[in-house]
C-alpha cells in the first residue's frame, strides 16, 4: 500500500519538477545516526558489528526537504536481524551448558555499522572502550570483559574493524567477508573466517556452469574492489575452461539518480544489456545490495511502462538463469512487498554450508519486543516488519507484541537459520570453546580463574588449531589461514505467487573432493524458471554447431562466437559444437549422406561365400578330372597311343595339372603366414614345370621326326636323358628366381584399409611386385617357346603326333595369362584373388583339354584307332 501512495505523491509533483533546470538535484544523505546496540552483561562478552540497516543503496523512498528536493532516507533489512538473534541464541545455549565455560558468563556487545565507514571505525571503538562515550583507548567500564568481536557481513567492514582491532591483537571473526587478501598477510594476523576460500566457490561456479554447457554467461558484480578481484581471478579460469563473458555489469554502490524522469531515461540503457544478450545464464557477484540493484531495476521498468514514459518494456522476467554467489542473500523491505520475486524463480546460489539447528526456531517463536527490554534492534525490526508501532504513534496501528515471525515470508525473515546466521553461530562457538581451553589450562587447585586474567591476544593461538562439533554435529575447524574448512551448499531457489520462497538443497562442494557428479545427480531436481522453452536452457553466443558441421572463428569476436561450417568429405562431427572434423578410423567409412562412421566389411575369398564355393566346386571337379585323365593313362599305358607320346612326360604333366588345380585352394578362406608364402611359389614352380614337360615333349616330337630321316644323327638324342634335362634346368630357373623373391622380400599377410571404401581387404602382400612379375615373365617366355616350337612342328607326319595338340593348347594357355596381367591390374580387392585363381583353373583346364582329351578320346570311345597296325598304316 505504501508503494502506490509514494506513486501518487510523485505523480502530483511532476509537472512542477520535469523541465525545471535547478529544481531537482541529487542528494545523498548521511544515515540516520539512530544508536542501534544491543548489550548484555557478563564476565566476559563477545562484541558484534552488523550491518541491518542499508543506507542510500536499496530500495528508494523519497521524502520532502525544505528546498523542495528529494532525498535517499536509510531503509531496514529486516531479514539481517536474524544475524543479532542467532549471536544471541549462541551465547544462551552457551550459558546453559555445565560442560562449556562453567562458573563463567558470556555477555555480548552489538553494534550497527549502517554500512558506514565512520560508523564502523566509532562501533568499533566503542566495543574496545565499553562505554557510551567516545573515549578511545580507555576502558571505561567494569562489567565484562571484551574477549573477540564476530563482524562485519561485507568485506569493507571487516577490514575496516581489523584496521583498529588488529592494533589490540583482539579476534575478529567474520561472518561475511570472502576477501581473499586477508588471508596470507601477517598484518591481518588476528583475523578469522567463518566461512571456506573463495576459492571454492569459483571452482564450483566454473563447475555448474560447464555442466549445464553454458558458455555464454554475463556478470554482474559490485563495483568496488571484491568484484574486481572477483573478475581477475575468475576471467583467466573461464577462458582456460571455453567460456565467455557476454557483457560485465558493475553495479554501483549508491544510486546517483534522483528524479523519476532521470531514472526513466537511464532504465533502457540499464536494463537493454539483459535483454538484448543471448546469455541465459548470468551469474551475479556481490552483496545484498546488488540484489536489491536488479529488484529495484525490474521494478522502475514496470513503474516506466505504467506511466508510458518509456515506448517499450524491457522483459526481463523470462529466460534468464540468475546464479548468485554465497556473499548475497535475498531480502526484502516495506516498499518492496509488492514486488513479484518470481523472476528469481529458478535461480541456483551458492550459500555457505549449514544445517538444521532445530532449537533455534524454537527461540525465534519465543522473540518479542520485550525479549531486549526495548532494545533498539528489535523494537525497529518489529515495527518495520509488521507495519505497526511499539512508541503508541497515533497513524500507525499500535503492536500486540503477539505477531507471529513464521508468518513473516521468506524475503523479509527465515525461521530456519541462514548460511550467515550458522557462520555467526558456529564463531560464537569457536570463541567459548578457545576460552574454555585457555581456562583450562589456566587452572590450578585452589585458584579461581578470572576474567580479567584473560588477555584477548592469547585466544590467537588456540584459535589457529580449534577444532571441534557444534549441536548439531558439524565440525568446525579453521585452517592455518584463519578460514572455516568447510564447504558451500548449492541452493535452487524456488518461489511462489505470496511473494515467498523456498530454498531446495542440491548438492554441496566439500573442500575435500569437487566433483561434477554433485550436479549430475540433482538434475531432475532443479526447478526452472517458467519461462524457458527448454530445460535445462542453453546459454551460447550463438545456435551450437549439430553433427556434421564444425565450428569456425567469427572476426573480431569472442572464441565464443562462431560460424558453422559442413565437414569436410570423408569427415564427421558426431558431437555438439566441435571444433574441428574428424577422420574416421581406419576400420570405418563415412556413408554419403550419413554422419556416422560405419564400420568396414571385412573382405576375403571365403568358402562360404557364393563365388568362393563355386571356384572351390570347380577346382575339385578339375582336379578330379586331371587324376581320372592320369588314371586312364596309367590303366592303358601298354596301348600304342599312350607309349608313343613319352609316357614318362605324359604322366608328369598330368601330376603337375593335377597340383596346379590344387594349388588354387591356398587362395581361398584368411590369408595367413604359410599360404602367403605357398600360394605364389606352388603356382609359380608348378607350371613351370607343366610347360617344361610340354616344351620337352614338343621338342622330343622333332626330334622323332628328324631320326628317322636317312643319314640322320639325331638319334642320338633321342632317350630318357634328354626330356629330364629340359624339365629340370627350365623349373630350376624359376626355382632360383623363387627362392631370391623368399630371401629378399617374401609375401607376408596385410590388411588393405585403402583401396576399397567399404571394405577391408585381407590380402597377401606380395612383397616385391618386381619379383612377381619375373615369376610370371619366365612362366611366359616359356610358353612362347613351347608355343613357337609346337607351331614349327605342327604339320610334321605321324599318326600320334601331338603338335598340333600342344601348339593349340600354349595358344590358350597364352592368351589366358596375356589377358590376365591388365585384368588383375584393374582389379581390386578380393577380386585380385578370384582373377588369378580363374586364369590358373582357365590355363591349366586348356593344356588339359587340349592336350589329353583328343586322347582319352581314342583310347575309351575308339579303341580301334589305338592299335600299332593303324600307326604302321599311317606311316605308309
Same mark, same amino acid.
Given at each position: 500500500m505504501g508503494r502506490f501512495v509514494v506513486l501518487a505523491i510523485l505523480l502530483l509533483l511532476l509537472p512542477n519538477t520535469v523541465g525545471k533546470a535547478g529544481s531537482v538535484k541529487c542528494i545523498q544523505s548521511e544515515p540516520q545516526r539512530i544508536l542501534h546496540e544491543w548489550h548484555k552483561p557478563g564476565d566476559i562478552f563477545i562484541g558484534g558489528i552488523t550491518s541491518h540497516i542499508i543506507s542510500l543503496l536499496s530500495e528508494i523512498r523519497f521524502t520532502e526537504v525544505p528546498s523542495g528536493d528529494w532525498l535517499y532516507v536509510p531503509i531496514l533489512i529486516t531479514k539481517f536481524i536474524q544475524h543479532i538473534l542467532a549471536l544471541v541464541f549462541a551465547i544462551d545455549e552457551i550459558n546453559e551448558n555445565p560442560e562449556l565455560l562453567p562458573n563463567v558468563t558470556l555477555g555480548f556487545h552489538i553494534h550497527d555499522d549502517y554500512t558506514d565507514s565512520r560508523t564502523t571505525f566509532r562501533a568499533t571503538l566503542?566495543?574496545?572502550?565499553?562505554?557510551?562515550?567516545?573515549?578511545?583507548?580507555?576502558?571505561?567500564?567494569?562489567?565484562?570483559?571484551?574477549?573477540?568481536?564476530?563482524?562485519?557481513?561485507?568485506?569493507?567492514?571487516?577490514?575496516?574493524?581489523?584496521?583498529?582491532?588488529?592494533?589490540? +591483537?583482539?579476534?575478529?571473526?567474520?561472518?561475511?567477508?570472502? %576477501?581473499?587478501? =586477508?588471508?596470507?598477510?601477517?598484518?591481518?594476523?588476528?583475523?578469522?573466517?567463518?566461512?571456506?576460500?573463495?576459492?571454492?566457490?569459483?571452482?564450483?561456479? =566454473?563447475?555448474?556452469?560447464?555442466?549445464?554447457?553454458?558458455?555464454?554467461?554475463?556478470?554482474?558484480?559490485?563495483? $568496488?574492489? !571484491?568484484?574486481?578481484?572477483?573478475?581477475?581471478?575468475?576471467?583467466?579460469?573461464?577462458?582456460?575452461?571455453?567460456?565467455?563473458?557476454?557483457?560485465? @555489469?558493475?553495479?554501483?554502490?549508491?544510486?546517483? &539518480?534522483?528524479?523519476?524522469?532521470?531514472?526513466?531515461?537511464?532504465?533502457?540503457?540499464?536494463?537493454? =544489456?539483459?535483454?538484448?544478450?543471448?546469455?541465459?545464464?548470468?551469474?551475479?557477484?556481490?552483496?545484498?545490495?546488488?540484489?536489491?540493484?536488479?529488484?529495484?531495476?525490474?521494478?522502475?521498468?514496470?513503474?516506466?511502462?505504467?506511466?508510458?514514459?518509456?515506448?517499450? +518494456?524491457?522483459? /526481463?522476467?523470462?529466460?534468464?538463469?540468475?546464479?548468485?554467489?554465497?556473499?548475497?542473500?535475498?531480502?526484502?523491505?516495506?516498499? %518492496?512487498?509488492?514486488?513479484?520475486?518470481?523472476?528469481?524463480?529458478?535461480?541456483? !546460489?551458492?550459500?555457505?554450508?549449514?544445517?538444521?539447528? /532445530?532449537?533455534?526456531?524454537?527461540?525465534?517463536?519465543? =522473540? @518479542?519486543?520485550?525479549?531486549?527490554?526495548?532494545?533498539?534492534?528489535?523494537?525497529?525490526?518489529?515495527?518495520?516488519?509488521? !507495519?505497526?508501532?511499539?512508541?503508541?504513534?497515533?497513524?500507525?496501528? $499500535?503492536?500486540? #507484541?503477539?505477531?507471529?515471525?513464521?508468518?513473516?515470508?521468506?524475503?523479509?525473515?527465515? &525461521?530456519? &537459520?541462514?548460511?550467515?546466521?550458522?557462520?555467526?553461530?558456529?564463531?560464537?562457538?569457536?570463541?567459548?570453546?578457545?576460552?574454555?581451553? &585457555?581456562?583450562?589450562?589456566?587452572?590450578?587447585?585452589?585458584?579461581?580463574?578470572?576474567? %580479567?586474567?584473560?588477555?584477548?591476544?592469547?585466544?590467537h593461538s588456540l584459535l589457529?588449531?580449534?577444532?571441534?562439533?557444534?549441536?548439531?554435529?558439524?565440525?568446525?575447524?579453521?585452517?592455518?589461514?584463519g578460514e572455516v574448512m568447510d564447504g558451500f551448499d548449492l541452493i535452487n531457489l524456488i518461489t511462489f505467487p505470496n511473494g515467498s520462497y523456498t530454498k531446495v538443497k542440491l548438492g554441496r562442494l566439500n573442500p575435500k573432493t569437487l566433483s561434477e557428479k554433485e550436479f549430475v545427480a540433482t538434475d531432475k531436481r532443479i526447478q526452472w524458471h517458467g519461462g524457458f522453452k527448454q530445460v535445462p536452457p542453453t546459454s551460447l553466443c550463438n545456435d551450437p554447431c549439430q553433427p556434421g558441421f564444425h565450428k569456425i572463428k567469427k572476426e573480431a569476436e569472442l572464441f565464443c562466437c562462431y560460424?558453422?561450417?559442413?565437414?569436410?568429405?570423408?569427415?564427421?562431427?558426431?558431437?555438439m559444437d566441435m571444433d574441428d572434423c574428424v577422420s574416421c578410423p581406419k576400420d570405418h567409412y563415412v556413408k554419403d549422406g550419413d554422419n556416422v562412421c560405419i564400420p568396414k566389411i571385412i573382405h576375403f575369398l571365403s568358402y562360404k561365400e557364393p563365388l568362393g564355393i563355386t571356384l572351390a566346386s570347380f577346382t575339385i571337379s578339375l582336379s578330379l578330372t586331371a587324376s581320372f585323365v592320369l588314371g586312364v593313362f596309367m590303366k592303358y599305358h601298354h596301348t600304342p597311343i599312350v607309349k608313343a607320346n613319352n609316357q614318362s612326360l605324359s604322366y608328369s604333366l598330368l601330376v603337375s595339372l593335377i597340383l596346379s588345380f590344387l594349388c588354387a585352394f591356398f587362395f581361398f578362406d584368411r590369408p595367413i603366414q604359410i599360404t602367403c608364402l605357398l600360394r605364389q611359389t606352388s603356382f609359380g614352380i608348378i607350371f613351370s614345370v607343366a610347360i617344361s614337360c610340354i616344351l620337352a615333349k614338343t621338342i622330343m616330337v622333332i626330334l622323332a621326326f628328324l631320326a628317322i630321316q636317312p643319314h640322320s644323327?639325331? !638319334?642320338?638324342?633321342?632317350?630318357? +636323358?634328354?626330356?629330364?634335362?629340359?624339365?629340370?634346368?627350365?623349373?630350376?630357373? %624359376?626355382?632360383?628366381?623363387?627362392?631370391?623373391?623368399?630371401?629378399?622380400?617374401?609375401?607376408?599377410?596385410?590388411?588393405?584399409?585403402?583401396?576399397?571404401?567399404?571394405?577391408?581387404?585381407?590380402?597377401?602382400?606380395?612383397?616385391?611386385?618386381?619379383?612377381?612379375?619375373?615369376?610370371?615373365?619366365?612362366? #611366359?617366355?616359356?610358353?612362347?617357346?613351347?608355343f613357337f616350337v609346337a607351331f614349327l612342328a605342327k604339320n610334321l607326319p605321324g599318326s600320334f603326333n601331338e603338335a598340333k595338340f600342344i601348339t593349340f593348347s600354349m595358344l590358350v594357355f597364352c592368351s589366358v595369362w596375356l589377358s590376365f596381367v591388365p585384368t588383375y591390374m584393374s582389379t581390386k580387392g578380393k577380386y585380385m584373388v578370384v582373377v588369378e585363381v580363374f586364369s590358373i583353373l582357365a590355363s591349366s583346364s586348356g593344356l588339359l583339354s587340349c592336350i589329353f582329351f583328343p586322347k582319352c578320346y581314342v583310347i575309351l570311345l575308339r579303341p580301334d584307332l589305338n592299335r600299332r597296325e593303324q600307326l604302321i598304316k599311317k606311316k605308309k
Open positions: 566503542d566495543l574496545l572502550s565499553k562505554s557510551h562515550h567516545f573515549l578511545p583507548n580507555y576502558k571505561c567500564g567494569s562489567n565484562g570483559k571484551l574477549t573477540g568481536v564476530i563482524g562485519g557481513l561485507s568485506a569493507d567492514t571487516s577490514l575496516r574493524m581489523e584496521e583498529i582491532l588488529g592494533l589490540y +591483537k583482539v579476534p575478529q571473526l567474520s561472518y561475511g567477508s570472502f %576477501q581473499p587478501t =586477508v588471508n596470507y598477510d601477517s598484518h591481518f594476523s588476528s583475523f578469522y573466517r567463518m566461512v571456506p576460500n573463495e576459492a571454492l566457490q569459483l571452482r564450483g561456479l =566454473v563447475q555448474l556452469l560447464l555442466h549445464f554447457r553454458w558458455k555464454w554467461v554475463g556478470l554482474v558484480i559490485i563495483d $568496488d574492489q !571484491s568484484g574486481e578481484h572477483f573478475l581477475e581471478v575468475l576471467q583467466p579460469i573461464l577462458s582456460q575452461q571455453g567460456i565467455c563473458s557476454a557483457f560485465i @555489469k558493475r553495479i554501483p554502490k549508491t544510486h546517483p &539518480m534522483c528524479t523519476i524522469v532521470e531514472i526513466l531515461e537511464k532504465i533502457p540503457n540499464q536494463i537493454s =544489456v539483459f535483454q538484448n544478450s543471448r546469455a541465459n545464464a548470468i551469474v551475479v557477484y556481490g552483496e545484498t545490495v546488488t540484489f536489491f540493484w536488479l529488484a529495484d531495476l525490474l521494478w522502475w521498468n514496470d513503474i516506466g511502462m505504467s506511466l508510458l514514459i518509456s515506448e517499450e +518494456k524491457f522483459n /526481463l522476467s523470462s529466460g534468464k538463469v540468475w546464479i548468485s554467489t554465497a556473499q548475497i542473500d535475498f531480502v526484502s523491505n516495506n516498499f %518492496q512487498r509488492d514486488f513479484d520475486i518470481q523472476i528469481f524463480h529458478g535461480t541456483l !546460489s551458492f550459500s555457505v554450508h549449514s544445517k538444521k539447528v /532445530l532449537a533455534f526456531e524454537e527461540f525465534l517463536q519465543k =522473540v @518479542k519486543p520485550s525479549l531486549a527490554n526495548g532494545n533498539n534492534f528489535v523494537n525497529s525490526f518489529w515495527e518495520n516488519v509488521f !507495519s505497526c508501532s511499539i512508541s503508541n504513534s497515533t497513524t500507525i496501528d $499500535d503492536c500486540t #507484541g503477539e505477531e507471529m515471525l513464521q508468518n513473516l515470508p521468506a524475503p523479509f525473515f527465515e &525461521m530456519s &537459520m541462514t548460511g550467515h546466521s550458522y557462520s555467526i553461530y558456529n564463531a560464537v562457538y569457536a570463541m567459548a570453546h578457545a576460552l574454555n581451553m &585457555m581456562y583450562s589450562s589456566n587452572r590450578r587447585p585452589k585458584a579461581v580463574p578470572r576474567s %580479567q586474567d584473560i588477555e584477548p591476544w592469547q585466544l589457529q588449531k580449534i577444532s571441534f562439533n557444534n549441536s548439531v554435529g558439524d565440525e568446525v575447524t579453521l585452517n592455518e589461514h560460424d558453422c561450417l559442413p565437414c569436410e568429405e570423408e569427415k564427421i562431427s558426431y558431437l644323327k639325331m !638319334s642320338k638324342w633321342m632317350g630318357r +636323358k634328354l626330356p629330364i634335362f629340359i624339365v629340370l634346368s627350365c623349373s630350376l630357373v %624359376q626355382a632360383g628366381i623363387l627362392a631370391t623373391w623368399l630371401g629378399s622380400s617374401p609375401p607376408f599377410p596385410d590388411v588393405d584399409m585403402h583401396t576399397l571404401e567399404e571394405e577391408i581387404v585381407l590380402e597377401c602382400n606380395e612383397g616385391s611386385t618386381k619379383m612377381f612379375y619375373c615369376v610370371l615373365g619366365y612362366m #611366359g617366355f616359356l610358353s612362347i617357346v613351347s
